[in-house]
């Protein structure tokens, strides 16, 4: 904004461009689409007359992004493309891994197969230019349609490799989202104990950035590992309160794997072996915790088996 907020005889067009682009990702990131859609508009304008490709390509990939979001999947494929189309000239790994991983995003939609092959290309861009963050992305993204599928060993391995990365560069918002997906993937193969680490690690980052929607969802992976452990009530108002927390929150999160059967099954379990008046008296106490209520409970007193 420093760079932008000068007058424009101080700052030359290449600089001036680069900084609207910037100012627009990082929008992005904070999932401001509207004004990053905005910028990335005015960047690719200004890349155009200026004749850098690169810089083209980048705001084309941030446009598509933005189209997307604001649910125009056909117009952001397109974008998306071109940005593709472009990046591939420049023959620079950064850009080509950035532009692939909105193509990839945008043809999921439409074509599961054609987005995992675009998705691994992209990976290999990030892994030779050594973009750590955006292979953390893909990483996730690759896992998503895999725990869909039922294929928790596949997506366990690409998720545990996420989380890592996310150490790695202090992501703590992925390191949030990937941790509950990792503990989804390990819940299903019913290792429990490594589950339960992962969502802890979850619910003590998600208090740090704030992401709700995640922290009921590692709140409730909780609870069905605290099953396991024979904590009856206790799992149950862990799943009181993660329930709670989801639906007091704008659950949009298009990067987090919702377990659904596998919670609903644990309730229904739950409810059949200590009764109806039980559950329900300990689902209400965890439903009426406060967010901090809940994470304090479920990281003060859970027990491994």
Known sequence: RAVLD???DAVSPTVRARAVFVLGDLLGWHFEWAAAKDLAEQALEMARALDDPQLVAQALGLLSGATFVQGDPDGALGLAAEAVEVARSVADDFTLAEALFYLASA?????????RQLYEECLASCRQAGDVLYACLVLGQLALPEL????TQAAARHLDEAVTKAEQIGAVW?????????GGALLSQGEVTAAATVFRTSLITARRCGLRDVA???LTGLACCTTRTAE???????????????ERTEHGNDMLYLAEQI???????LR?????????RAYRSGAELTFEQALDTALGRYRHA
């Open 6 to 8: 000068r007058a424009d």
């Open 174 to 182: 992925l390191l949030t989202v990937q941790s509950a997906n990792l």
């Open 107 to 115: 043809t999921q939609v439409t074509d599961e197969d054609r987005s």
């Open 232 to 246: 009856l009530d206790r799992a149950v108002q862990l799943h009181g309160a993660g329930d709670a927390i989801l």
């Open 148 to 151: 869909r599928r039922g294929e």
């Open 272 to 280: 059949g072996t200590i009764g109806n008046d039980a559950f329900e």
């Open 263 to 269: 919670y609903a099954d644990d309730k229904d379990r």
């Open 216 to 218: 009921g969802c590692a």
